[in-house]
Each structure stands twice: as structure tokens, then as C-alpha cells.
């Protein structure tokens, strides 16, 4: 069974600063990875979704990466802002089809 | 441009009631559709998915059920429902055609909050 940890669970930086969200799952059979963000209360926005073919893929100040034989992701977010507080999730699609598993999600907090 | 539309979007219904959410997808035909749910304290767990009108696959067991009576249309239901059934759910599309799309983006809807007392 697919298990898929986000670490870490909460994180606040000062504006402007570069961070690293990490994400690892256990089985690399997987077909793709995506990153989400969740505000609260809301539904999920695709940020980057990467195929099991790629290694990053990169939008704006976010660049996502996949190592897949050893079940990590990294999402990085250059030179952050207030704007980016939220829950970053990520999850992986087994089998055919985007039927997700997803970690637990990474609340983070920019402060102004 | 293709939207879904999740409603309602917030609910408290008491212990054994009947539940019903809707989702419709609309400027897409065909679409892969999903309900997912996020408890309190728990990740989003995928229950149900659908690839084509009337096929409906449940990811978990549970007293909650879920049709497709039309092609972009996607209901979660449950006829009576229990305390642990209370969270957020969301539905969800991706790109269909009969196939399924590894490689396409997931859209979810804005959710549902559901609160059973």
C-alpha cells in the first residue's frame, strides 16, 4: 500500500526566503506526482505536476522535483511571499489514471 | 474554459439523516470524475471514481455510495448518515475520453463541508 509523508507538517519563514518542502512515498511505481495548494477552508489548485518520465518541473518561483527510485519530491519556492501561506500537499498517481494518494500536507506560514 | 461546480457547500445534518452532494463539470465532455474526502486531522482520501456515465469504482468500504446519472454530473450520497462521516469532500475531474489520462492535470471543486451531529 502507497504511503506518502510530507515533511515538515508546519513552517514559518519571514518573507523572502528561499524553502524546500519535501515529500517522500513508498512505492515508485507511480505514474506522476503533483504538487497542490489548499487555503483554508478551500479546494485543492494544482500547482505542478510532474510524469514519471521527468525529473522537475518548473512554474514561476516553484520548482518541483522527482527522484523516483528513492520515493522523493522537493518542492522549492524562491524568495516567498505572504501570498504563499497555505497547506502544500502532494501526491502520487498509481496505476493508470490519477486515482491520488496523498501525504498529509505542509502548513506554511509567510510573515510579512 | 471548463469549471466545476460543487454544492452545497456547507451542511450539518444529524445522525441518520440522508446525505446528497452534487458535482457538475461543465465545458468538458466525458470527464474522469472523483470524491474525495479530508477529515479533521486525516489527509484526502480518494472514495469513489468514474470514468463514463453509470461506472462507478469505491476505493473504500463505507455507508456512502455515489452515482453518475449524467456524463458531467457526479452525486455522493448516503442514507443515513454517522458521526464519522463528517469532513470536507471534494469532488474532482481530469480529463477523460474513455482513457485513462496519466499525465493530465486534476481540477477539484471548492468542497463541501459536512458536519454531522
Known amino acids: 500500500k502507497q504511503e506518502v509523508t510530507q515533511i515538515p507538517a508546519a513552517l514559518s519563514v519571514p518573507e523572502g526566503e528561499n524553502l524546500v518542502l519535501n515529500c517522500s512515498f513508498t512505492?515508485?511505481?507511480?505514474?506522476?506526482l503533483q504538487w497542490f495548494r489548499q487555503d483554508p477552508g478551500k479546494g485543492l489548485t494544482s500547482l505542478l505536476l510532474?510524469?514519471?518520465?521527468?525529473r522537475e518541473q518548473t512554474s514561476g518561483r516553484l520548482n518541483a522535483s522527482l527522484d523516483k527510485s528513492s520515493g522523493r519530491s522537493t518542492l522549492y519556492i524562491a524568495a516567498s511571499q505572504p501570498g504563499d501561506s497555505a497547506t502544500y500537499l502532494c501526491?502520487?498517481?498509481?496505476?493508470?489514471?490519477?486515482?491520488?494518494?496523498f501525504g498529509g500536507g505542509t502548513r506554511l506560514m509567510v510573515k510579512p | 474554459s471548463q469549471t466545476i461546480h460543487q454544492w452545497p457547500a456547507t451542511l450539518v445534518q444529524p445522525v441518520g439523516s440522508p446525505l446528497s452532494l452534487e458535482c457538475t463539470v461543465e465545458?468538458?465532455?466525458?470527464?474522469?470524475l472523483y470524491w474525495y474526502r479530508q477529515a479533521a486531522g486525516r489527509g484526502l482520501q480518494l472514495l469513489f471514481y468514474?470514468?463514463?456515465?453509470g461506472q462507478i469504482s469505491s476505493e473504500v468500504p463505507q455507508n456512502l455510495s455515489a452515482s453518475r446519472p449524467q456524463d458531467r454530473q457526479f452525486i455522493l450520497s448516503s442514507k443515513k448518515l454517522l458521526l464519522s462521516d463528517s469532513g470536507f469532500y471534494l469532488c474532482?475531474?481530469?480529463?477523460?475520453?474513455?482513457?485513462w489520462g496519466s499525465g493530465n492535470t486534476i481540477y477539484f471543486g471548492e468542497g463541501s463541508w459536512l458536519t454531522v451531529v
Open positions: 474532482a475531474w481530469t480529463q477523460g475520453g474513455g482513457t
Open positions: 512505492d515508485s511505481a507511480i505514474y506522476n
Open positions: 510532474i510524469q514519471s518520465s521527468q
Open positions: 501526491a502520487v498517481s498509481r496505476g493508470a489514471g490519477n486515482m491520488l494518494t
Open positions: 465545458g468538458t465532455s466525458n470527464p474522469n
Open positions: 468514474s470514468v463514463g456515465i
